[in-house]
């Protein structure tokens, strides 16, 4: 039997994502009810039928955001061939995403609930349990780093995990302000610079930390 029911009349996926944008663009507490419907295309008990209220309408977006503006960032993470190579992937994919162009600047995560009052305290909670996820995702990269040898021994991988994780909120925060891909990617460059004195490569086998042969000076 056809249920019942007249249908909501819209694509509640694409109206998701417009929502996903307003709330990215203009932060949570900053988007108004109005906000939301004129950029959904949608009138005001549509949007409660379908999603329930702003917070529900917002979790459903960040849920959206990580599904898919996050899913190149955390497999350049996830699946870069060393410690090195993963940091450096998860810092360029972003610098590319946060100045794609065709969506708000920045990161969604980083930028949409930073200055919030107690009221919208559970949007503000959502994305701080995010950041602190994220960050711990880093710090997973980097021990396993540390399990593989990519790391020297007594590496602090959380502090390691905390200076690129805060380099990623700093580059959010730029893009936001304005920044190019090309000043983002100097950051980058100056970022994976660092990492040779923050984690310094082992030696080769024979080798001392100056280049030279562990026997003795040079012929």
């Not at 708000?104 to 107690?118: D, I, Q, R, S, Y």
């Not at 040779?196 to 490569?201: S, T």
């Amino acid at each position: 039997m056809a249920a019942r029911g007249r249908p909501r009349g819209f694509d509640r996926e694409a109206a998701l994502g417009q929502a996903m944008c307003a709330f990215w663009e203009r932060g949570y507490q900053a988007t108004s009810m109005a906000d939301l419907t004129a950029a959904m295309g949608i009138n005001s008990p549509s949007l409660y039928a379908a999603f329930g209220s702003k917070e529900a309408l917002f979790r459903e977006a960040v849920e959206l955001y990580t599904r898919t503006e996050g899913a190149a960032p955390s497999r350049a993470l996830r699946e870069g061939p060393t410690a090195r190579a993963s940091v450096d992937g998860l810092l360029r994919t972003n610098a590319l995403a946060y100045t794609a162009g065709d969506r708000p600047a920045g990161c969604m995560v980083v930028l949409a609930a930073v200055n919030c009052t107690e009221e919208s305290a559970g949007a503000r909670d959502l994305l701080a349990k995010l950041r602190r996820d994220d960050l711990g995702a880093l710090r997973e990269r980097l021990d396993r780093g540390a399990a593989e040898g990519d790391l020297p021994p007594g590496t602090d991988t959380a502090a390691l995990a905390r200076f690129y994780n805060a380099v990623l909120h700093g580059m959010s925060i730029q893009a936001y302000d304005g920044a190019t891909r090309a000043e983002l990617l100097a950051v980058v460059d100056s970022a994976m610079a660092a990492w040779d004195w923050l984690a310094p490569a082992r030696p080769a086998a024979g080798q001392s930390t100056d280049g030279q042969s562990a026997g003795g000076a040079p012929g």
